[in-house]
T-cell receptor, first 114, second 112 residues
Framework: ETGVTQSPTHLIKTRGQQVTLRCSSQ?????VSWYQQALGQGPQFIFQ???????GRGNFPPRFSGLQFPNYSSELNVNALELDDSALYLC?????????????FGPGTRLTVL | AQSVTQPDIHITVSEGASLELRCNYS??????LFWYVQSPGQGLQLLLK??????LVQGIKGFEAEFKRSQSSFNLRKPSVHWSDAAEYFC??????????FGTGTSLTVIP
């Protein structure tokens, strides 16, 4: 059984560009959540997808958007990148969105915006 | 509003010494509480979780945590620290909308 994987590992972009980050959930998991972890901070919830529908969203602007595919893999898209978007982006998958289901985190994508 | 406070930004302990990492939460209903560990360049690994029942929770790697509702705390403990325990530790509460609210983390250094 493979765990949660994310690609790419590292990414460098410039202000105003757009970026797409990818996440493959753990086998059998239909729920994916995305988090932003700025340097020296704890992760902050961006949004969650359950069976291809957005199932909750944190306090992030609309330029942060996502997709979940029929195989439950997911993408995080960020438009009009800003310097403050530089962070580690973590994705986590869980069996369902039930609160008792454990979230398993991937290793993250380190995004640097110049 | 849900929130988590980890008062200690950085802790240094000697190998073999005991460890306690503090966590205070704010949540209106019954909290679901978690401790995660993050090693450099790695994602978050779940150490333990509390949903209900016994307030003393056992986790992996010899860690335990105690839920104290009266103090709104969920402190993490380990009786004897190993050098491999050096990492960043995050406490989290699961709030409404299945959102996790994480603390800012405690960095643990273990000296020989």
């Amino acid at each position: 059984e493979t765990g949660v994987t994310q690609s790419p590992t590292h990414l460098i972009k410039t202000r105003g560009q757009q970026v797409t980050l990818r996440c493959s959930s753990q086998s059998g998991h239909n729920t994916v959540s995305w988090y932003q972890q700025a340097l020296g901070q704890g992760p902050q919830f961006i949004f969650q997808y359950y069976r291809e529908e957005e199932n909750g969203r944190g306090n992030f602007p609309p330029r942060f958007s996502g997709l979940q595919f029929p195989n439950y893999s997911s993408e995080l898209n960020v438009n009009a990148l800003e310097l403050d978007d530089s962070a580690l982006y973590l994705c986590a998958s869980s069996l369902t969105w039930d609160r008792t289901d454990t979230q398993y985190f991937g290793p993250g994508t380190r995004l640097t915006v110049l | 509003a849900q929130s988590v406070t980890q008062p200690d930004i950085h802790i240094t302990v000697s190998e073999g010494a005991s460890l306690e990492l503090r966590c205070n939460y704010s949540y209106g209903a019954t909290p679901y509480l978690f401790w995660y560990v993050q090693s450099p360049g790695q994602g978050l690994q779940l150490l333990l979780k509390y949903f209900s029942g016994d307030t003393l929770v056992q986790g992996i790697k010899g860690f335990e945590a105690e839920f104290k509702r009266s103090q709104s705390s969920f402190n993490l403990r380990k009786p004897s620290v190993h050098w491999s325990d050096a990492a960043e530790y995050f406490c989290a509460v699961e709030g409404t909308g299945n959102q996790f609210y994480f603390g800012t983390g405690t960095s643990l250094t273990v000296i020989p």
